[in-house]
Structures are given as C-alpha cells and as structure tokens.
C-alpha cells in the first residue's frame, strides 16, 4: 500500500464538472493497493496517516497531526501509484490490486481514517480533476507490505 501525503492549505476533487470533495488545511493523500494488500495494511496505514507529524509547532517544528491542528483529509484512489516502468516507457500496472478488491479496500481505509480524522474523497474509478494549494510544500511517500 502507497500514500503521497501533501499537506496543503486547500484541496479538491471534481468528478464531471462537480466538486465530490473539498478540504481547507489538511492532507490531500494519493491511495494505492497492490496486489498483495489486505485490510491488515490499511489499518497500520490509517493509523500512521492519523499520527504522521507535518504541521508546525509553537517553535516552528514540524511536530503536530492533522488533528492538532483542527485540518481535515481529502482520500484520493490512485492506482497509477503501482505503475512499473522498469522494463518499458509505458508503465504496467500489474502490481496494482484488482478494482473490484482495490475499491473494497479503499472504502475500508476510509472507514478506518474517518474514526479518528475529518475525511473527503474522491471517487473510485472515475475520472477525476483534482486541484490543491501545496503548503511547504510537504510531500511524504508512506508504503507498507507486510511479508505473506
């Protein structure tokens, strides 16, 4: 399972021409399975994303979560993110999750994060315009694959 965490000052997703989704202050964060993912890596992965510390302290340290901070999380599928392009210019996505068990896992994980944090989304398998407003900027790459 891959994140692309961006804390941004605002974000959004629009899926045939109408805003699904909208945050102010928070993380826009890019969600992809690979074929191994179970629902064993999204819990770790929604508890991680709920305690990673990117916000600015008192000091000026990036030290706060997304809750400490009173900023919400825009969730957007991406299965793009298990592209290969180590043999070829055209990426293979064959390391990707299936959508029918990538789409179920991804309903979890937003189950999951929204018990602890203010979540959007955006749309499984729709094409979608996504807009954001980079703060920092601060992008953070999160995966997890437990051994089977």
């Not at 390391?95 to 990538?102: G, I, L, Q, R, Y």
């Not at 994060?113 to 203010?118: A, H, K, L, R």
């Amino acid at each position: 399972m891959k994140l692309v965490v961006q804390r941004v000052k605002s974000a959004s997703v629009e899926v045939d021409e109408k805003i699904i989704g909208e945050i102010n202050k928070g993380y826009m964060v890019l969600v992809g399975f690979s074929s191994n993912d179970s629902e064993k890596e999204v819990d770790y992965m929604a508890s991680k994303l709920a305690k990673l510390r990117v916000f600015e302290d008192e000091n000026g340290n990036m030290n706060l979560p997304v809750n400490d901070i009173g900023g919400e999380v825009l969730l957007v599928p991406q299965f793009t993110l298990y592209g290969d392009t180590k043999k070829h210019n055209r990426p293979s996505f064959h390391k990707a999750k299936k959508p029918d068990e990538a789409s179920k896992l991804f309903d979890y994980f937003v189950l999951k994060c929204s018990e602890t944090m203010d979540v959007q989304t955006g749309e499984f398998g729709a094409y979608m315009n996504v807009q954001l407003v980079n703060d920092g900027p601060v992008t953070i790459l999160i995966e997890k694959e437990f051994d089977k």
